[in-house]
Nanobody
Framework: QVRLVESGGGLVQAGDSLRLSCAVSGINFRVNAMGWYRQAPGKQRELVAIITYRDSTTYADSVKGRFTISRDNAKNTVYLQMNSLKPEDTAVYYC?????????WGQGTQVTVSS
């Protein structure tokens, strides 16, 4: 059974930083791409960043230069370092595995950025 547990969200001010974590179990983590996604109120879920098993990364244009995705294969955990946060980054953040989301969505972690 695949389990994705996101954490690290919170309420911050514009310009602040947060580091999200996603603990993964039930898959062979080291051979899977991992992605972070977000869903803002009234909007569709969108891709934020992906990291392949070879540590190749891809980012949404809206977060390039501000967010960094990384992974720790020893801990089966993927991270999202978010710097220079903006109010438009406010959303529930989710992780998933695969180049396209393959698992059921977890509960996510809320990120709220005040102006």
């Amino acid at each position: 059974q695949v389990r994705l547990v996101e954490s690290g969200g919170g309420l911050v001010q514009a310009g602040d930083s947060l580091r999200l974590s996603c603990a993964v179990s039930g898959i062979n983590f080291r051979v899977n791409a991992m992605g972070w996604y977000r869903q803002a109120p009234g909007k569709q879920r969108e891709l934020v960043a992906i990291i392949t098993y070879r540590d190749s990364t891809t980012y949404a244009d809206s977060v390039k230069g501000r967010f960094t995705i990384s992974r720790d294969n020893a801990k089966n955990t993927v991270y999202l370092q978010m710097n220079s946060l903006k109010p438009e980054d406010t959303a529930v953040y989710y992780c998933n595995y695969g180049l396209r989301p393959m698992g059921s969505w977890g509960q996510g972690t809320q990120v709220t950025v005040s102006s």
